[in-house]
């Protein structure tokens, strides 16, 4: 099975920061790489996929970026409404693995 | 609007059966895959299994930890998707998400590559004595 390993585990970040989370691969994935926020007691929401597509209805300040083993989740100025837990997901082969997430919390 | 309910949690003991559904609207459903995903309390996302569209088989994958034990099934004229958990063990414990699975070909690729893109609400599954 393919691990995903996110860095850091959490962070904690103030409103307007520039945020960047980093998912990497136990082996290349090529770009099949998921994004997904998820705010507590709520479902999850896809981001990105194909490592640097944004889903339909997502706001330009979220970019995804990576080939291979390495990507990563950019927030380009933090707002309240994205202090959440992000996940990112293989899909290049199963099963689909998730990374163990990153909380983003308020400074 | 794109949406996905999911029904059909509850308490159950262990070594029992439970069948959740997932019921789709807002789009043709019979035209994508489908995957249950579950979060055990506090705990981050795993994925369960996937069923292909029937163009592309109907044909499913599962996570280690529910094959041989769980079963995805769809049924495309009431736009639900299935999964039917048996001999369900503590750990089994979570919330129960479905997703929409949209797919492509990869670049350069004869494969076609799945990805999840729209989520349920969840339904709760405890198995406990």
């Known amino acids: 099975d393919i691990q995903m390993t996110q860095s850091p585990s959490s962070l904690s970040a103030s409103v307007g920061d520039r945020v960047t989370i980093t998912c990497r691969a136990s082996?290349?994935?090529?770009?099949?790489l998921a994004w997904f926020q998820q705010k507590p007691g709520k479902a999850p929401k896809s981001l990105i996929y194909?490592?640097?597509s944004l889903q339909s209805g997502v706001p330009s300040k979220f970019s995804g970026s990576g080939s291979g083993t390495d990507f990563t989740l950019t927030i380009s100025s933090l707002q309240p409404e994205d202090f959440a837990t992000y996940y990112c997901?293989?899909?290049?082969?199963?099963?689909?693995?998730f990374g163990q997430g990153t909380k983003v919390e308020i400074k | 609007e794109v949406q996905l309910v999911e029904s059909g949690g509850g308490l159950v003991q262990p070594g029992r059966s439970l069948r959740l559904s997932c019921t789709a609207s807002?789009?043709?459903?019979?035209?994508?895959?489908m995957s249950w995903v579950r979060q055990a309390p506090g705990k981050g996302l795993e994925w369960v299994g996937f069923?292909?569209?029937?163009?592309?088989?109907?044909?499913?994958e599962y996570a280690a930890s529910v094959k041989g034990r769980f079963t995805i099934s769809r049924d495309d004229s009431k736009s639900i998707a299935y999964l039917q958990m048996n001999s369900l063990k503590t750990e089994d414990t979570a919330v129960y998400y479905c997703?929409?699975?949209?797919?492509?070909?990869?670049?350069?690729?004869?494969?076609?590559?799945?990805?999840?893109?729209?989520w349920g609400k969840g339904t709760t599954v405890t198995v406990s004595s």
């Open positions: 997703t929409r699975d949209s797919g492509y070909y990869g670049s350069g690729s004869y494969w076609y590559y799945y990805y999840m893109d729209v």
């Open positions: 807002g789009f043709t459903f019979g035209d994508y895959a």
């Open positions: 069923i292909r569209s029937k163009a592309y088989g109907g044909t499913t």
């Open positions: 082996q290349g994935i090529s770009n099949y």
């Open positions: 194909a490592a640097s």
């Open positions: 997901q293989q899909y290049n082969s199963y099963p689909w693995t």
